[in-house]
């Protein structure tokens, strides 16, 4: 059965503090790994894709690194407005496009 | 790009009544469509998967004479939830998914309430 873990759940950083979530994952056929943050009441927001192993992607503070096991969202200097959960999500490569999602990792980003 | 809109954002219904949810894409063909809900302080659970013109696929636990989707085109699926009972109240969720991409773009969610 597909699985994914997430930590920590929950994450308390000042401005300016750089840290890394995690994501474990096993799956039979990995066809894509994906992040989300999601605020609270809202729906996701995509961030991004990750398809093979040593696959990296950045946006603005973020930075997601791939390996065969799990996945790294590495936010670098964050500010207050980083805080949200990040979910992570993994889609097999056979199934149909289904997504299987972590529980997510709460992040709260202090001035 | 890929916007996934809702409405309603929020509803409160009384018991026994139904309740339709709209999902659209606005500016893709969503070849497939995707409903979840969502608890509070827990992670999606995917209901359902439709494809345009297709009948739905449930997951396990879902039941689908009560939580009813059409996806009758390539820019609307509907949710409706039959007979609601309070128990029924929660955050759902839609998503699309088109043909030239495998990530899935969230709606902003419908909140029910069911008295």
């Known amino acids: 059965e597909d699985q994914v873990t997430q930590s920590p759940e929950a994450l308390r950083l000042q401005e300016g503090e750089s840290s890394s979530l995690n994501c474990s994952y096993t799956?039979?056929?990995?066809?894509?790994l994906f992040w989300y943050r999601q605020d609270p009441g809202k729906g996701p927001e995509f961030l991004f894709t990750?398809?093979?192993a040593g696959e990296e992607k950045e946006k603005e503070r973020l930075k997601a690194t791939l390996t065969k096991k799990e996945s790294f969202l590495h936010i670098t200097a964050p500010k207050p407005e980083d805080s949200a959960t990040y979910l992570c999500?993994?889609?097999?490569?056979?199934?149909?496009?289904?997504?299987?999602f972590g529980t997510g990792t709460r992040l709260l980003v202090s001035p | 790009g890929a916007v996934v809109s809702q409405h309603p954002s929020w509803v409160i219904c009384k018991s026994g009544t139904s309740v339709k949810i709209e999902c659209r894409s606005l500016?893709?063909?969503?070849?497939?469509m995707f409903w979840y809900r969502q608890f509070p302080k827990q992670s999606l659970m995917l209901m359902a998967t439709?494809?345009?013109?297709?009948?739905?696929?449930?997951e396990q636990g879902v039941e689908k004479d009560k939580f009813l989707i059409n996806h009758a085109s390539l820019t609307l699926s509907t949710l409706t939830v039959t007979s609601a009972h309070p128990e029924d109240s929660s955050f759902y969720i839609c998503?699309?998914?088109?043909?030239?991409?495998?990530?899935?773009?969230f709606g902003p969610g419908t909140r029910l309430t069911v008295t």
């Open positions: 439709s494809n345009e013109g297709s009948k739905a696929t449930y």
């Open positions: 998503s699309a998914s088109g043909k030239t991409h495998y990530e899935q773009y």
């Open positions: 799956v039979s056929g990995l066809r894509g």
């Open positions: 500016d893709f063909q969503a070849t497939t």
């Open positions: 999500a993994v889609q097999a490569s056979t199934g149909f496009q289904k997504l299987v």
């Open positions: 990750l398809y093979s």
